[in-house]
């Protein structure tokens, strides 16, 4: 169905702008692409944006990834991989790797996360959609990950080394000590170990409510697969963590559990290399978690002082819960959860958390 009216486009380069357009008006007019349709799909955390365009045969997405700011290719290289292993990933119809423009088909406006019932967490739609994810899971980590970068010991650091500078210090305005550092070189080198010991598996990265696409109304329809350009080989509990413990939505812990042990079924059935025993696998779980949320605290913190996206500061309560509960139960970690709790003392994050061990 053609848009009767489309949003203006925002552009701050000039040149970009011009670029865009000469692209647009060279695409084959096979694709029967409709330029007056053209609108803004979305944005996320780089410099990639997304627009919608009606064609002869349905709506389109284009990419706009400036190559100065973004490299494509690991893009197109895992959408291929992962394709390969049948995937719900978007299909590559037309890509400008020089002025990186990229036609790709549409998966829908709709993300996970909207349709989601947050009032309702054991109710039938919201179990049909988690079942729906666990399912497009365990068919991405059944795809070959040879040929993907490890997540070793360096990138774990690198992420890990993201809180200290961004969140703690020029966030929260705390001055790291040598016995801070010193409580941060121990927790990270346990969180590490742990980490590393895991079973491994294609990890998607980024596998959560926003990069997963729903249909609205069917919650037992496959979800499309977006966000995926960085993909390595590592835990296989990572994407699972991405998923439950979600940076955008938060769910009691008895419902995070529910689902692991759907996924974790559905992953031996597969023949997925999960623990045999769930207690084993659930540890895995809130290690790897912890490890995550210490870097997306980082990662949040660094985008609203950096890069001025200060939606990101309404998410770090509940990634810090996150943090703050693995930390405060486990042992060696308890340094670590007074530190976050010093960090957040005039922020309102302390809290008194009760959660399960297995």
């Known amino acids: 169905m053609i848009q009767a009216a489309a949003a203006p486009i925002p552009w701050t380069d000039p040149a970009r702008q011009q670029a865009f357009d000469a692209w647009l008006r060279s695409r084959p007019s096979s694709l029967g692409l409709l330029p007056q349709s053209l ?75 909207s349709t989601l019932d947050v009032d309702q967490p054991h109710g039938v739609g919201n179990r049909a959609r988690y079942n729906a994810a666990l399912d497009e899971l365990v068919r991405l980590q059944a795809v070959p990950a040879d040929s993907l970068p490890p997540y070793d010991d360096a990138l774990l650091q690198r992420e890990l080394d993201l809180f200290p500078d961004w969140y703690f210090t020029k966030l929260r305005g705390q001055a790291l000590d040598d016995k801070a550092r010193e409580v941060l070189d121990r927790a990270f080198a346990l969180i590490k170990a742990q980490v590393l010991a895991q079973p491994v598996a ?47 939505v938060m769910w009691d812990e008895d419902v995070q559990i529910d689902h692991a042990v759907r996924y974790w079924e559905k992953a031996r059935k597969a023949g997925l290399p999960v623990h045999a025993d769930f207690g084993d696998f659930w540890r895995d779980f809130e290690w790897m978690g912890l490890q995550r949320h210490i870097k997306v605290l980082g990662i949040f913190a660094r985008l609203a002082i950096r890069d001025g996206k200060q939606q990101y500061l309404g998410d770090i309560p509940r ?33 008194t958390e009760v959660g399960f061990t297995f």
């Not at 308890?334 to 309102?348: F, I, K, S, T």
């Open 39 to 113: 609108r803004p799909a979305s944005a996320d955390a780089s410099f990639r944006r997304y627009f919608r365009i009606d064609a002869s045969a349905g709506s389109l997405i284009i990419m706009d990834a400036p190559p100065s700011h973004e490299d494509c290719r690991p893009f197109v290289s895992v959408a291929r991989l992962l394709a390969s292993g049948e995937v719900a990933v978007p299909r590559i119809l037309d890509w400008d790797e020089a002025q990186g423009f990229m036609l790709l088909s549409d998966l829908g406006a709709h993300t996970l996360l």
């Open 319 to 351: 990634v810090w819960t996150y943090a703050h509960r693995v930390a405060s139960r486990y042992q060696g970690l308890g340094p670590l959860a007074r530190l976050l709790e010093q960090a957040e003392a005039d922020h309102g994050g302390l809290r």
């Open 202 to 248: 294609l990890v998607h990265r980024d596998y959560h409510s926003r990069n997963l696409m729903a249909d609205p109304a069917d919650a037992n329809a496959r979800l499309g697969v977006i966000d995926f350009q960085d993909a390595v080989r590592g835990p296989i509990t990572y994407d699972l963590v991405s998923l439950l413990r979600d940076a955008y």
